[in-house]
């Protein structure tokens, strides 16, 4: 069989994909260095106090026991507390593991217990007591509400709303005005993965750390610096993700403990959270919105009023885009948003999943929704009524917005011109059946990446970044770039991916990497040709058909051959014969892609989204609250598509997950205690099986070649965005009830 | 986890003389996860599994007797009890996953323990875990928890489907202990919480459940199992109902009906029962049903929502069990 190049825009199944179901793809728990000590947190069970103290002689007596780090026995960490700060750049202070007796948020690790065998260290930590002096809190999100504040500093990400017009006057003289409260309660990431560290400490003292992270050099920094250590000391692995959602942004806690017991114990260790343990960190925080809407009787759009509040912490200004979206998205003259942030005593909640657009966008589609119903007018259209071809908040034009397409196309594979208006007017059996659709908007991200690219003397291409797939399928889509750009069939192409040594680039998230890392591969894959070209016509003794073509450039690269554009298909060279042509061992170069000058002020001058139309069939029982999504179609523009298989999967996950916002997820806080009850996965529910229709993911054709090198935006977190308001719209048209919290339990 | 020892006796002789703070271990779907999070401390794990439990067979009378040890799996697939006993069937199809009812035994479903948030989490208080420290489920995160047979001390909902089941099909449990042999009636079988919310049922100390019997009755097609939970499978149920009926000429002539998901152990009424039989069936005399079955329910903080729901679910499942529709389990709408 010949192998041939792929490329940019095939679906090609995952070449990891054997790799990982059968167990040779190692994650951050999974390497067994040498005399390695199993490290088990104990958990603050009080929300705000102080340590007393810490009894852990019983502990100390189970066998196998080596030592009990608290904040008492720690060894050395940085002084200052900016040296804790991570590349998310919360702003405020940031929680330092052990570092004082002070507690600030329930679960918060008082000690970690290490141990010959796991078994060990979790039973001791269970036998580690702790005396807490403790503190009034509030950990009530409705309480917090009072304390509401915008911070001084906001997140370097932040987007802050910009008003036009009038919005309240437009208000008070709309014809048309919808209100609403709307809630969704936080939730937690749940990888499949659960966090997990394993440091191993080389024969040179050196650190390398296996971890579960989007950002093995953002974990890297974080730890030398936290740490006191120099770069060349800690090394930062992950080269297999399951899943993050964002958890992974930040380093948390078991990676700084873990490293903390290396250092003090010289010992390779390892710190693993339980499932239960997962609630102890990152969450997407509880949010409310209320929204006002103002419009003609025609359905012409007037006034749009948003306020938001989302959850953070005592300690950190946890910050999302909560309330811009309806502002980008739709013409309206007059339109005014306000965000500020509640703090409660709990850990900072984080980024998760599209974080600010999943909850911003949901609930305002849902109020979109009311409104095109209290003006009489389908959803679609008046979603197509008031369709701004501009970026409206900040008057600004896109590089592309094919959403009235993704609408259309939807619609039409959904079958949404059959609908009936009217809610309640559709049943089958005992069940109502309503239809809703949403739209969805996401950034379409673009950050500088490098990348290396090898040419070795067996003829393999080997590609080098410090991306992470957090199971997205980066290391196909890179694979596919390579395959094209260069000219060699995917099977002779070697990904490196997930170690902080590797060239630069930016944490996994925000749908960039597609876009980023893909690019910075292109450019070293053309610049490796390049100079493998140029090599050999400066050093090559060689057949005269070659010689020729290197000179006229009529020498292409193809399948993993050089061959002549011109003569015949029989003079081929393969990679090997070239590579030992050119009396070196291997070729390399390393390339970063950079917006460039042009791309930076075009990027100024133009706003970039990704964009979508989500359409529902939901069946509900009306008696019993039981509600069936029976069919979901997205119809997705993010330009180019890299891998329409790994792409589809990625949207139909976020689809799922979404699902999960709709109609299942909640973290359930109690507030007498702080904590987060139903941390288990029996009772933290997340779609089964039975709860997801098979799911129609469509891509829009959208050619975009300013968004980014390769025009492509990205589709990470496109498909939570518009899926669970589709699904709440449509129980509204089922049921004729609206319902503005989610998720939408039965009984609720 | 903590420490334990461990044995596998193969005689029940053996099984029963038991040190103290012993458990019997079975599937393990529950034991072992509760051990993991440190609510269950067992010094002593005591396998039966070399016991001769395993055996599904008819009774000279008429019945049936299901061993302690048959998964739930093989139990829902079983020849005579997806014949005579369909309602069984549907209620262990209804609860857990497969993976689950592949490995959970019969008896491991009767002695599992509650789902409740706050006996899961060690640093809760809770008077079913650890005796005297009190109920943090009252006036906490309590959707799941019970609204009947409550008392000061617990909330707990027992979480069981197949035992809804088995107390609609008034099935006995057998028990052997260091006494001797004792049948229990499965609808006595689970204690209500009272003062002494740690004992979840009848069994002494070094006392095994070998066996379940079902009595030699039909409900040809008048019976259903329908549950209401937060997702569409792999759920505990928020509301369940297990009803049989034997219709004679369009007239009740004899009724069972027993409700999960809302009491502190599976819930019947026996009046309840009772004015079902000799009467027509009728939306009218089951909402008098329903009315009789939540009598004295308890809400608190987050769970009223259950007793909006329960007459719902207990009309509907009689709708269905007397127009002999059973609700399947496989496909997900409701009839």
Request: charged share 20%; net charge negative.
């Amino acid at each position: 069989m010949t192998l041939v190049s792929a490329k940019i825009g095939q679906s090609v199944s995952r070449i990891d994909g054997f790799a990982k179901v059968t167990g040779q793809a190692r994650y951050a728990a999974e390497p067994h260095p040498a005399g390695m000590l199993y490290g088990f947190i104990v958990n603050s069970p009080v929300v705000r106090g102080k340590i007393e103290a810490i009894r852990d002689e019983a502990a100390r007596a189970v066998p196998g026991v080596v030592e009990i780090m608290t904040h008492l026995n720690r060894p050395h960490t940085a002084l200052f507390e900016k040296s804790y700060v991570d590349g998310l750049g919360v702003p405020g202070s940031p929680y330092r593991p052990l570092h004082d007796g002070e507690i600030r948020f329930n679960g918060q690790p008082v000690a970690v217990v290490f141990a010959e065998t796991f078994e060990a260290a979790r039973e001791a930590a269970m036998l580690v007591e702790v005396d807490y002096e403790r503190w009034p809190h509030n950990a009530d999100f409705e309480a917090a509400l009072h304390q509401k504040y915008m911070p001084e500093k906001p997140r370097s990400n932040y987007v802050p709303p910009k008003s036009r017009g009038n919005a309240a006057e437009a208000y008070a003289l709309s014809p048309v005005k919808v209100e609403g409260h709307y809630h969704l309660a936080p939730e937690h990431h749940n990888p499949m993965e659960m966090h997990a560290t394993t440091v191993i400490v080389e024969d040179d003292g050196t650190f390398t750390v296996w971890d579960k992270t989007q950002g093995p050099q953002a974990v890297q920094a974080y730890l030398t610096s936290a740490l006191s250590l120099s770069k060349d000391q800690v090394r930062v692995r992950n080269p297999y993700v399951g899943g993050a959602f964002g958890s992974g942004l930040r380093a948390q806690h078991n990676v700084f403990l873990a490293a903390l017991g290396a250092k003090m114990l010289k010992r390779s260790v390892r710190v693993s959270l339980t499932r239960q343990q997962m609630f102890t960190h990152v969450f997407r925080p509880e949010a409310i919105m209320d929204i006002a809407l103002g419009a003609t009787l025609d359905g012409t759009l007037q006034s749009m009023i948003v306020q938001g509040v989302t959850d953070t912490s005592r300690f950190e200004h946890n910050m999302e885009n909560l309330v811009v979206w309806g502002l980008i998205n739709y013409k309206c003259p007059n339109a005014t948003a306000d965000y500020k942030v509640a703090p409660r005593d709990t850990y900072t909640s984080s980024d998760m999943r599209a974080p600010g657009a999943a909850t911003g966008v949901n609930l305002f589609e849902m109020a979109i929704d009311e409104m095109a119903y209290a003006c009489t007018m389908d959803p679609l259209k008046f979603r197509l009524h008031n369709y701004s071809d501009v970026d409206a908040m900040h008057d600004m034009p896109l590089t592309s917005k094919a959403l009235k397409e993704a609408m259309v196309q939807g619609a039409d594979r959904f079958g949404w011109h059959d609908r009936p208006m009217a809610p309640k007017s559709m049943r089958d059996g005992k069940e109502l059946v309503g239809w809703g659709m949403a739209t969805g908007i996401w950034d379409a991200m673009f950050s500088p990446t490098s990348a290396r690219a090898t040419l070795t003397a067996d003829g393999r291409l080997r590609i080098a970044t410090a991306a992470s797939d957090i199971g997205t399928g980066t290391y196909t889509i890179l694979a596919q770039t390579a395959s094209e750009a260069f000219g060699i069939p995917i099977e002779k192409i070697d990904i490196e991916l997930g170690d902080s040594t590797l060239p630069e680039c930016p944490t996994e998230g925000g749908s960039w990497t597609a876009a980023s890392a893909g690019a910075a591969v292109w450019l070293a894959c053309q610049s490796l040709r390049e100079k493998l070209f140029k090599t050999l016509s400066k050093n090559g003794s060689t057949s005269a058909w070659l010689t020729e073509g290197l000179s006229n450039n009529t020498i292409v690269l193809k399948d993993g051959f050089l061959q002549s554009a011109e003569a015949s298909e029989t003079l081929k060279l393969s990679l090997p014969e070239a590579i030992s042509l050119t009396g070196q061992e291997m070729l390399e170069v390393e390339e970063t892609a950079k917006p460039g000058l042009r791309g930076t002020l075009n990027q100024m001058r133009k706003a970039r989204f990704t964009h979508s139309a989500v359409f529902c069939e939901v069946r509900v029982d009306e008696d019993l609250g039981i509600i069936r999504v029976t069919r979901l179609v997205n119809a997705v523009a993010a330009g180019r598509i890299m891998n329409p298989k790994t792409a589809a999967s990625q949207v139909r996950g976020a689809m799922v997950m979404a699902t999960g916002m709709a109609l299942h997820e909640e973290s359930l806080m109690d507030e007498r205690v702080g904590r987060f009850m139903n941390h288990n996965f029996s009772e933290y529910h997340i779609p089964a099986h039975a709860d997801i229709p098979d799911m129609d993911v469509l891509f829009v054709e959208e050619n975009d070649p300013e968004v980014s090198p390769l025009g492509v935006k990205g589709v990470g977190e496109i498909g939570m965005c518009g899926t669970a308001a589709a699904i709440a719209n449509a129980i509204f048209h089922a049921t004729g009830h609206r319902y503005r919290n989610l998720p939408i339990i039965p009984g609720s | 986890m903590r420490h334990f020892s461990y044995s596998r006796p193969e005689t029940f002789e053996n099984a029963s003389h038991i040190p103290d703070h012993a458990r019997y271990l079975a599937g393990g779907t529950n034991l072992i996860d509760l051990m993991k999070s440190d609510v269950e401390r067992p010094e002593h794990v005591v396998d039966l599994n070399a016991l001769p439990m395993s055996q599904i067979e008819e009774r000279p009378a008429g019945g049936l007797r299901i061993g302690a040890l048959v998964t739930n799996a093989d139990t829902a697939a079983h020849p005579l009890v997806t014949e005579r006993y369909p309602l069984l069937a549907s209620a262990i199809l209804a609860g857990a996953s497969p993976q689950i009812r592949n490995r959970a035994t019969n008896g491991g479903n009767l002695n599992q323990r509650t789902r409740c948030h706050y006996f899961y989490d060690p640093d809760m208080a809770c008077n079913k875990r650890s005796p005297g420290t009190g109920c943090s489920a009252k006036g906490g995160r309590n959707r799941i928890m019970a609204i009947l047979g409550t008392s000061d001390a617990c909330i707990a909902t027992f979480p069981s489907d197949m035992c809804v089941a088995l107390a609609a099909l008034n099935a006995t449990v057998n028990l052997i202990g260091p006494e001797g042999e004792r049948a229990v009636a499965l609808r006595d079988y689970h204690r209500l919480p009272e003062d002494t919310p740690w004992q979840d049922n009848v069994l002494r100390k070094g006392e095994i459940v070998t066996s379940i019997d079902l009595p030699p009755i039909s409900f040809g097609k008048n019976h259903t199992y329908l549950k209401v939970r937060d997702r569409l499978s792999f759920a505990f149920a928020i509301v369940s109902v297990a009803v049989g009926l034997q219709v004679e000429n369009n007239t009740i002539r004899k009724a069972s009906i027993a409700m999960g998901g809302v009491g502190t152990k599976p819930w019947c009424v026996p009046e309840a029962e009772t004015l079902l039989e000799g009467k027509v069936p009728s939306p009218s005399l089951f909402r008098d049903v329903a009315e009789c079955l939540l009598q004295g329910a308890v809400t608190d903080r987050d769970n009223a929502a259950k007793l909006k729901l329960a007459p719902r679910v207990i009309i509907r499942a009689l709708l269905q069990a007397a127009a002999g529709t059973p609700q399947s389990q496989t496909y997900k709408s409701i009839s």
